[in-house]
């Protein structure tokens, strides 16, 4: 497998402009992870899904956020109108279903850099 | 809140020195504990997992120690070698928040020639 792969891995933009990042989970994994890496902040869960369904979205910043997963192989997370303070790591991470053999193991994409200027 | 903190922040050695990372946190009501591995621009590696009911877990030259009771774990590198230069973090998974986990700000180990 390919592992979950991410896409753009970087990203620069101007504020105001939205700002999709994409996300392709590892085949048969069922849970989808969407996080944040900043230096002041370290790394924060935003949402998490389970089977397409989001499941806790307490940790997304504010209404200028917004994530999908219209299938089990696909996810976007949004934000519009972005910001500069929105620049960061933006992290996607799958795992298998809990109670599976393995299943709360984490496996994590490379990334995507936003910058907002 | 569970809080997750990592000691020391930085660590520098030379090849083939035993080393030792620390990992505490606040509530000890958790479900299990990740050690990752973060290298200069890319993602994390996951490298082990251990389960609330379990003491240790070892892989290779990585042991990763569990005490719930005390809030702490360890993660000991035996024979460090420059290849292991990364930052190291911990997250917790507390007992009834499904698959949340909560990250450790992290220790950025070198390992020096």
């Not at chain 1, 999908?68 to 790591?89: C, G, H, Y």
Request: charged share 20%; with cysteine.
């Amino acid at each position: 497998d390919a592992g979950v792969i991410q896409s753009p891995r970087h990203e620069v933009t101007e504020m105001g402009q939205e700002v999709t990042l994409r996300c392709k989970p590892i085949s048969g994994h069922d849970y989808l992870f969407w996080y944040r890496q900043t230096m002041m902040r370290g790394l924060e869960l935003l949402i998490y899904f389970n089977n397409n369904v989001p499941i806790d979205d307490s940790g997304m910043p504010e209404d200028r956020f917004s994530a999908k997963m219209p299938n089990a192989s696909f996810s976007t997370l949004k934000i519009q109108p972005s910001e500069p303070r929105d620049s960061a790591v933006y992290f996607c991470a799958s795992s298998l279903p809990r109670g599976s053999r393995g299943g709360d193991e984490q496996f994590f994409g490379p990334g995507t850099r936003l910058t907002v200027l | 809140k569970q809080e997750v903190t990592q000691i020391p922040a930085a660590l520098s050695v030379p090849e083939g020195e035993n080393l030792v990372l620390n990992c505490s946190f606040t509530d000890s009501a958790i479900y299990n504990l990740q050690w990752f591995r973060q290298d200069p621009g890319k993602g994390l590696t996951s490298l082990l997992l251990i389960q609330s009911s379990q003491r240790e877990q070892t892989s290779g030259r990585l042991n990763a120690s569990l005490d719930k009771s005390s809030g702490r774990s360890t993660l000991y590198i035996a024979a460090s070698q420059p290849g292991d230069s990364a930052t190291y973090l911990c997250a917790v998974r507390r007992s009834g928040t499904a698959s949340k986990l909560t990250f450790g700000t992290g220790t950025r180990l070198q390992v020096t020639l």
